[in-house]
């Protein structure tokens, strides 16, 4: 049994430490754009990470983007800010990913859809809350966590699913008494994050609806986005789509509204 | 994917969006072996988690089952769908579900032989006769009691009293039952519904080997739904007056209905009426006149050309015609057969009182015709478990038993395929009487093989 204080100590570890990140993020938090790229610039790891992530083709921009200003300018003050945290996540990505079949590349990818399409969601929704558009990265933070904390125990958790058809959420739970969203509020409670993301995250579980109107409604599109992004055959081999269970009852009413967002067909 | 197995079905459970490449990432062929050697009878894929699927998604399943289907010759499907699920199959393979369909895992488990409950009290519908009357079977042969409703307002009727029921069926399918190629309808007519543009292409499209095996077992109305045609050119003109004339060897009637000629020329209904082809404008001023219908559908003398010989692959596979036959036969009626005699010769019946008779043809990699005589009492009680209560009614015994010897078809047809040969089946076609079974038999030489269900003789024939 993993304990809940080598959790803790796993999630102690996420950053922000590197001073120059802390910086960046206070000041994208108080909506300086320039001096932040300023001092974000001094960060090249940062720099190139956001150059890569900018580029991807979700984005869908023609002409390949280099500058970190140009990057913050283009991404705005909230999204600006998720794709440091984003960063910050990518510096405890494993070097070598043992249960999920992951690389950089494809966690990256990950972090980008992820992104890209809770972006598209809170302007649907109109909120403009940009501790809301961070939140998404939580996701794939969790993700992370949970990788490192199931190969502390891969023979078990390899034991467990050859007896039965069980996900790895029941399984993280059964080993560690957290599950995948529990994980996510620890790293917000870490990350400072405001209590209704928190509440959003353990809501987008599907498991745990909140009584907060607007909270269970973002649960449900984070619920569903998961879900929506977790079918991509990328995503699917790598044995995330089964990681937790998809409650489709609580998504149903907000299904119609997500597939002429995506423009599912 | 792994699946999960119970009471021998193996159920995978995909979560999320299908589509083309999610569904291939999801499963593939290795997966459903590993679960056929675990001895599933049954495997099914829940659409309980999946919120989206297209047509791509869903192919990718179906072409592993048929693979599995034809290798191992279980049950493949879907389960665990609501209706608009449900609508959607419907919609994207239409006349062509070659795959089952079960709409919770509790209701496939009463279609599984690993399932060890018997007796569970069964209220089913589906609008499709055939499906009906399969379901009702299926259910039966497992040791359960089927009440089957013969309409949608009965079966809301019914379903009231849910705890009079164990299980309700509706919204499910079973797929193996074979294809559907026309509609049959009371009166021994073959609809065929055509539409758009007819042109040279209808030769490639009209299953002329179905329409020729439909004549050979004594179909003699055939009628063209014609109301969604626009307009037919020379091409099609002439296949269709070849068809009349080519009918006209059987003393069959061709009927074009709803044909409008706004954009057709004339001339081309005058061609076709002088090659024997009718028109009418309703399909009910067929439909519900009786005279008429009797008068186009009244067999007459088969045709002389039609007198082939039996052939050493056709007696080589007889046992496994009978066995379907008197397996389907034996579970419907609760009475064990025994086999009285067997001979190779034409048709012989001795006693023509109170029996009635049915036709199915095969067609494909071997063909023929089996021709079954009841004694009525022996149609009436295996009917029975079909209608749901005894009837007098000769003409809804010969409805039903029509979809009876449908089922004896396709168990026909899985066995074949159990030894690579492939065969479709026509609709079945069914007989008043004795005499007009032996209009389109008489001269046939076949396999004759008398049977006894308790005291009742009963007749198998096979021929070509």
């Known amino acids: ?265 | 994917m792994r699946a999960v197995i119970r009471d021998g079905i193996g159920v995978f459970h995909p979560q999320g969006f299908l589509d083309g490449a999610s569904s291939e990432s999801l499963l593939n062929i290795e997966d459903i072996d590993m679960t056929v050697k675990s001895n599933a009878s049954m495997i099914l894929v829940s659409l309980k988690k999946v919120i989206f699927f297209n047509r791509n998604g869903l192919d990718v399943f179906i072409k592993m089952f048929q693979k599995v289907r034809t290798a191992n010759h279980i049950v493949v499907g879907f389960c665990d769908y609501d209706k608009k699920k449900y609508d959607a199959f419907k919609k994207f393979y239409d006349n062509d579900l070659s795959f089952s369909l079960f709409k919770t895992q509790q209701i496939a488990s009463l279609f599984s032989s690993g399932f060890k409950e018997k007796n569970k009290n069964v209220l089913l519908y589906s609008e499709d006769k055939s499906q009906r009357a399969a379901l009702a079977i299926e259910l039966h042969d497992n040791g359960h009691n089927p009440i089957v409703a013969q309409s949608e307002e009965e079966f809301l009727q019914k379903a009231e009293a849910k705890d009079a029921y164990d299980v309700i069926i509706e919204n499910t399918f079973l797929g193996q039952m074979g294809q559907k190629v026309a509609t049959r309808v009371t009166g021994n007519a073959i609809i065929y519904t055509v539409a758009s543009f007819l042109d040279a292409e209808i030769g490639n499209t009209f299953n002329i080997a179905y329409h020729n095996n439909s004549l050979n077992v004594g179909f003699r109305l055939f009628i063209f739904d014609a109301y969604k045609v626009v307009s037919m050119n020379v091409h099609a003109l002439n296949f269709f007056s070849k068809l009349s004339t080519s009918a006209a060897e059987y003393n069959a009637t061709i009927c074009f209905v709803g044909m409008s000629f706004n954009k057709t020329p004339l001339s081309f209904k005058e061609t076709l009426e002088d090659s024997g082809m009718m028109f009418f404008d309703q399909m009910d001023d067929i439909l519900q006149n009786k005279e008429l219908l009797d008068e186009l559908g009244a067999s007459s003398a088969a045709s002389g050309k039609n007198k082939r010989s039996l052939n050493k692959v056709l007696v080589t596979e007889l046992p496994n015609f009978i066995d379907a036959t008197v397996a389907t036969i034996e579970m419907m009626t609760n009475s064990k057969a025994t086999k009285d005699a067997a001979k190779v010769d034409k048709i012989e019946i001795v006693d023509k009182n109170d029996k009635i008779a049915s036709s199915i043809g095969f067609y494909g990699d071997i063909d023929g015709m089996v021709m079954l005589v009841f004694p009525l009492d022996i149609a009436k009680k295996a009917c029975e478990l079909l209608i749901g209560e005894s009837t007098d009614d000769k003409e809804l015994i010969l409805d039903t038993l029509a979809e009876l010897v449908n089922i004896v078809g396709g168990k026909v047809k899985t066995l074949l395929a159990d030894e690579h040969i492939s065969v479709d089946i026509t609709l079945p076609r069914t007989y008043h009487d004795v005499d007009g079974l032996l209009e389109v038999a008489q001269e046939k030489k076949g396999v004759q093989v008398d049977l006894s269900f308790d005291n009742d003789k009963f007749l198998f024939f096979l021929t070509r």
């Open chain 1, 1 to 265: 049994m993993i304990t809940k204080s080598q959790i803790d100590s796993f999630i102690e570890k996420i950053p922000p430490s590197p001073k120059i990140l802390k910086e960046t993020l206070s000041l994208l938090d108080q909506g300086d754009l320039v001096k932040a790229a300023k001092v974000g610039k001094e960060d090249s790891a940062l720099n190139a990470y956001l150059k890569e992530l900018i580029n991807k083709p979700i984005y869908g921009f023609r002409n390949e983007v280099n500058d970190i200003s140009q990057i913050f300018g283009i991404l705005g003050v909230s999204k600006s800010q998720e794709a440091t945290y984003n960063y910050m996540i990518s510096l405890l990505s494993p070097a070598k990913w043992k249960l999920f079949k992951l690389n950089k590349s494809s966690f990256y990818d990950l972090q980008a859809q992820f992104s890209a399409n809770w972006q598209k969601i809170t302007s649907h929704l109109n909120i403009n809350d940009k501790d809301l558009q961070s939140a998404v990265s939580l996701l794939p933070a969790s993700i992370i966590v949970s990788e490192a904390l199931f190969c502390e125990k891969i023979d078990d958790v390899k034991l467990l699913r050859s007896v039965d058809e069980i996900d790895l959420n029941t399984i993280l739970q059964r080993l560690c008494g957290m599950d995948l969203f529990d994980i996510c509020q620890r790293i917000a409670l870490k990350w400072e994050m405001s209590d209704s993301i928190a509440k959003i995250l353990q809501a987008a579980s599907g498991v745990k609806p909140s009584q907060d109107e607007t909270i269970n409604k973002l649960g449900k599109w984070m619920h569903l986005l998961l879900f929506y992004t977790l079918s991509q055959p990328a995503f699917i081999q790598a044995e995330l789509n089964d990681f937790i269970d998809f409650q489709v009852d609580y998504v149903n009413d907000i299904y119609d509204d997500f597939s002429n967002l995506m423009e599912i067909s």
